[in-house]
């Protein structure tokens, strides 16, 4: 594993940010880190990347423990904090260089040039930082944060205040970099997450709520699918909750019927026979899955 997290918790005082969760992050895989605001998400992250020691557990980068080996762990991680740390008294390129020059690269012309034209930086790298827009500085702390080719990057709200293109063209960067390292990135957009992750874990209070793959993760919740089933018979509730596997059923109006799934359980197949053993002609029958957002709502409120 690229990263491996252990019973990680964190005391301030007397309050818990974190609270023994443990997950893990693996080469080629995009895991979404989400929670609400104060959840522990910055917390999990400033400790991976060995900012803030944990106060029990334990937490790996490349097999490396953040604790016993920091600086070996930081050569590893490429960071974007949300809050965007940058120089901007310097020119784009320039302060390009002072990173490398930090990390010590061998060809540092070569690099900058390649994550210049990655982060779609080719017309700002002469203007000085402070005289970028918002969504342009993203892009260079994620030039930062990639330039010594990091196994893992870590992002803490890399789109923010990004325009619609500009998040189309960061999202297929994520998404491409991910093929090949670990990123663990939090956000606050779930159409990111169903775009970008390959995994989710989400957060609450300091403690972990669900840990899954996006298709799996509707199972996290109680309640299962749900199916929006068309007739062309008048038929009972009753009936449709006598189906094995029904948890519940509304009426939609106009011989339409929206029923849910008991936890975890495909009813389609029962339904369809059902159906054919009393001669109703199903004219619709069709599985929502929970989004990403719904489960998020539900485990977080």
Not at 36 to 55: E, V
Not at 103 to 112: A, D
Not at 268 to 286: G, M, N, S, T
Request: charged residues 25%; hydrophobic residues 40%.
């Amino acid at each position: 594993m690229s990263v491996k997290v252990e019973q990680l918790t964190k005391v301030y005082g007397t309050q818990k940010a974190i609270d023994q969760i443990s997950f893990e992050a693996k080469k080629g895989e995009v895991l979404g880190f989400l929670g609400p605001n104060g959840a522990g998400k910055t917390t999990t992250m400033k400790i991976l990347t060995g900012f803030i020691p944990p106060t029990e557990g334990t937490a790996e980068v490349c097999g490396l423990s953040v604790l016993e080996e920091p600086l070996a762990v930081r050569r590893k991680i490429g960071y974007l904090p949300e809050h965007n740390p940058l120089y901007k008294d310097m020119y784009v390129k320039e302060y390009l260089r002072f990173v490398a020059g930090m990390y010590q690269l061998s060809k540092p012309k070569n690099r900058i040039a390649e994550m210049v034209e990655m982060t779609g930086l080719e017309r700002e790298q002469h203007k000085p930082i402070g005289a970028l827009s918002k969504g342009y500085r993203q892009r260079v702390g994620l030039a930062q944060a990639m330039l010594h080719d990091p196994e893992v990057l870590i992002l803490d709200e890399p789109t923010s205040g990004l325009d619609p293109n500009q998040l189309a063209e960061i999202r297929a960067l994520i998404k491409k970099v991910g093929e090949e390292k670990t990123v663990i990135f939090s956000t606050h957009i779930m159409q990111e997450v169903q775009a970008i992750c390959d995994r989710v874990v989400i957060i609450r209070q300091g403690e972990l709520v669900a840990n899954d793959t996006i298709d799996k993760l509707g199972t996290q919740v109680e309640s299962g699918a749900m199916i929006t089933l068309g007739l062309q018979q008048e038929v009972k509730e009753k009936e449709l909750l006598s189906i094995k596997g029904v948890h519940a059923v509304q009426s939609l109006g106009n011989k339409r019927w929206e029923i849910r799934a008991k936890k975890g359980k495909d009813i389609r197949p029962d339904i369809f026979h059902h159906a054919v053993a009393q001669e109703w002609v199903i004219l619709e029958l069709v599985q929502t899955q929970l989004s990403v957002e719904d489960v998020f709502v539900k485990l977080t409120k």
